[in-house]
């Protein structure tokens, strides 16, 4: 258990469902990230946010909705997802933003999810 | 623009063998520096980082890396290799940009662990 918690561990939805990935942190962080880690690529910064404000998006696609409703809770909203879309999400937080957080990122064991 | 670069993609090693994985990266200023490991199934955990000072570090796990900046490399190392150390690594550089992180991860190597 690495204080980070995310919920579902694996997930599969069709193209037309909406569903939503949940990530939690106990460890007084203000800072919370989704990543997305597909094989054989880097993995890819999607939103940060910042005491529950977002503070990057990086070009994300519509179809992805981040939600914060407070420094604990992370939410990824889906829709509309495509295939390619089919990765591991990963949730992470950090005491500090923008500085470089010290003793580095806490990340969750994340969200295996499946796009038929 | 930073990168990272991890030149092996799979890596075997006996286990009781000693280890070294690659990271390299290109940016003009020393960046700080990480390694993360992933096991199957889980997220990413911080095995060590540098950020200034004594260029060798030591981290979790038994777990060293040196920082050189004439090579722009900070190549993670251990003495003997333990089968629960089968697992993926990752390197990342940050820095700050504009005012805000710009974290870059390598796209990793995969440690596999025969007897």
């Known amino acids: 258990e690495t204080g980070v918690t995310q919920t579902p561990r694996h997930l599969v939805m069709g193209m037309t469902n909406k569903k939503s990935l949940k990530c939690e942190q106990h460890?007084?962080?203000?800072?919370m990230y989704w990543y997305k880690q597909s094989a054989k690529k880097p993995l890819e910064l999607m939103f940060v946010?910042?005491?529950?404000?977002?503070?990057e998006n990086n070009s994300v696609p519509s179809r992805f909705s981040p939600e914060c409703p407070n420094s604990s809770h992370l939410f990824l909203h889906l829709h509309t997802l495509q295939p390619e879309d089919s990765a591991l999400y990963l949730c992470?937080?950090?005491?500090?933003?923008?500085?470089?957080?010290?003793?580095?990122?806490?990340f969750g064991s994340g969200t295996r999810l499946t796009v038929v | 623009a930073q990168s990272v670069t991890q030149p092996d993609i799979h890596i075997t090693v006996s286990e009781g063998a000693s280890l070294e994985l690659r990271c390299n990266y290109s940016?003009?200023?020393?960046?700080?520096l990480f390694w993360y490991v992933q096991s199957p199934g889980q997220g990413l955990q911080l095995l060590l980082k540098?950020?200034?000072?004594?260029?060798l570090v030591q981290g979790i796990k038994g777990f060293e890396a040196e920082f050189k900046r004439s090579q722009s490399s900070f190549n993670l190392r251990k003495p003997s290799v333990h089968w629960s150390d089968a697992a993926e690594y990752f390197c990342?550089?940050?820095?700050?940009?504009?005012?805000?992180?710009?974290?870059?991860f390598g796209t990793g190597t995969k440690l596999q662990v025969i007897p």
């Open positions: 992470a937080s950090s005491q500090d933003y923008p500085i470089i957080p010290n003793y580095g990122y806490t």
């Open positions: 460890l007084g962080h203000n800072a």
């Open positions: 946010y910042n005491f529950k404000e977002q503070t």
């Open positions: 940016y003009g200023a020393t960046p700080y």
């Open positions: 540098y950020f200034s000072g004594d260029t």
């Open positions: 990342a550089v940050a820095l700050n940009s504009g005012g805000y992180q710009k974290v870059t």
